[in-house]
């Protein structure tokens, strides 16, 4: 099945500094990829996704870039408030409809 | 547009019963898929469904199961509970046609504890 893994576990950001975390994964074949933002409480909540036929989408202070030959996939925040603050976790969707996911990194924005 | 609902919040049994998780998926979604979140494991697949069908399995033994009505509605079946069984449990909406990746959209979850 597909593995994805996901660096760092922890990552800590003074606030309008940009923050960077990255996922890679296993299957050539995968080409959907999402990431999650989940708060305390709460359940996932879906921030940026992006297709395999697409190499970078931006959504205001949001970023993901692909790179389907190195088998990665990264999120780009810049000026980091911190509201911010959360886990974020990346996953892969895979030929049977599953999201597989990373195991998560803790964001921590800082005043 | 109204989100993913799952009901209850919170749960809490006895091992050896068994529980029944409800979720309603976004109007207009007929996938729906069950994820089980520990802080061990993270989010781990059950199963997918999609206009009643189930489509995909995760790796989890038999006493997890579960069904979708035809408004789309899906529950989610864990006879004969254990200790380590006890996680947030989330239900993701898509509408999941045919092949397209789209979307999933997860509810808040229900947090079911096993005591």
């Known amino acids: 099945g597909e593995n994805v893994e996901q660096h760092p576990s922890t990552l800590s950001v003074q606030e309008g500094d940009s923050a960077v975390i990255k996922c890679t994964y296993s299957d050539s074949a995968s080409n959907y990829f999402l990431w999650y933002k989940q708060e305390l409480g709460k359940g996932p909540q879906l921030i940026i996704d992006i297709r395999s036929n697409v190499g970078e989408k931006k959504d205001q202070r949001i970023a993901v870039t692909l790179n389907k030959t190195a088998k990665h996939f990264s999120l780009h925040i810049t000026e980091t408030q911190p509201e911010d603050s959360a886990v974020y976790f990346c996953?892969?969707?895979?030929?049977?409809?599953?999201?597989?996911f990373g195991k998560g990194t803790s964001l921590l924005v800082t005043p | 547009k109204a989100g993913v609902t799952q009901t209850p919040r919170y749960l809490i049994k006895t091992r050896g019963q068994q529980v029944t998780l409800s979720c309603s998926p976004i109007s207009g979604h007929r996938s729906v898929s069950w994820y089980q979140q520990t802080p061990g494991q993270g989010l781990q697949f059950l199963f997918e469904?999609?206009?009643?069908?189930?489509?995909n399995k995760g790796n989890f033994p038999g006493r997890f199961s579960g069904r979708q009505f035809s408004n789309s509605r899906s529950e989610m079946n864990v006879s004969t509970l254990e200790l380590g069984d006890s996680a947030l449990y989330l239900c993701?909406?898509?509408?999941?046609?045919?092949?397209?990746?789209?979307?999933?959209?997860f509810g808040q979850g229900t947090r079911l504890t096993v005591v």
């Open positions: 993701a909406s898509s509408s999941g046609t045919a092949r397209m990746n789209t979307e999933a959209f």
């Open positions: 996953a892969v969707r895979d030929s049977g409809y599953a999201l597989n």
């Open positions: 469904y999609f206009s009643e069908t189930q489509r």
